[in-house]
């Protein structure tokens, strides 16, 4: 399909407050918009969130790719969260024009709340707000150490906490609720097997990319009692195969920018047990996650799906460019009730946040 129009607005939503893990600070996410048309006029919403601070393509790269393919129209050469873009831009005009609800209604996607790393008490206090809006499953940051924001906030966590940010957390929660953590690879391999034998004793449900390659993952997973998840290590249908084979991870976490959109993601999750997790998504690729995820059942693991899914860092922004997007209610994830994503945009706060 040639699209009659495209449009790539790259924008940027604040945060409430900075988001810190072990590989920096982030006061606002920076995203690209991307706005198809057909020639009769409907319209498709995609989203490409650029991954710099995993090494990726950057903003102005990917707002270059997408002003390219809006040209040629042409899929090759587009980094993983240009292709995001256009994957997710074309199921949602598809579904707008057949009228699909695209997962709306009474379906909804179960959550973790994310806590960002900081002092004991204060991540035990948002780990209680979150509970008190019905979230039990709870992705603690590990791994952070001398991060500034370079405002007036500032925090500066040693990784000698991050035990006892647990601790505080499990306290607050109580034995049922569920506790991941993520390190984002900040731990050697020794660090690791150490911090995660320290760790055991509070039930936690899996930790998510502890150490940085799958050969080290398959020697720590032999070595903790603890289900291992990948994530940056895990971003490609290859990739996964591998880490099935060298037995490095019970689950992978997805990023739909991460991997190339939904299609992507669900060739990876035949694979590997999987959740769908946020890169910080804006209101559509948040949504084209929710579709993704209630789509896990039809893959080979759908046994798994017990699993909380990574999406409600909406409650992280302080602002939004929609005027109808998903909600969080009861600790799920509720796809609002238009067709395709059902997302509508607020077209004076997305020219207020463009860049």
Known sequence: MRFASVEVIPYSLPFTAPYVTARGVLERREMVLLRVRDADGVVGLGEAVPLSLRGGASLTQVVGELEGWAERQVDEGLSAPAKCAVATARMDLLGRRQGDQGGGGDEAVPCNATLVAGAPEAVAADAEAWRAEGFTTFKLKLGAQSVKSGVEHAFSQTRDGDVDQVRAVREAVGPE?????????????????????????????????????????????????????????VASLEEAERAAALGACAYTGIKLSKVGGPEAALAIADVLPAYITSALDGPVGIAAAAQTALSLAETTHPERLHLAHGLATQRLFAETIASVECQLRDGKLHLPPGPGLGIELDEEALQAHRI
Not at 200 to 218: F, K, R, S
């Open 177 to 233: 609720a569920r506790i991941r953590v993520d390190v984002n690879a900040a731990w050697g391999l020794a660090t690791a097997k150490r911090r995660l034998g320290e760790l055991e004793p509070y039930g936690i449900e899996l930790a998510e990319q502890p150490v940085g390659t799958l050969e080290e993952m398959a020697e720590l997973a032999a070595s903790t009692s603890i289900p291992l998840a990948a994530d940056e290590s």
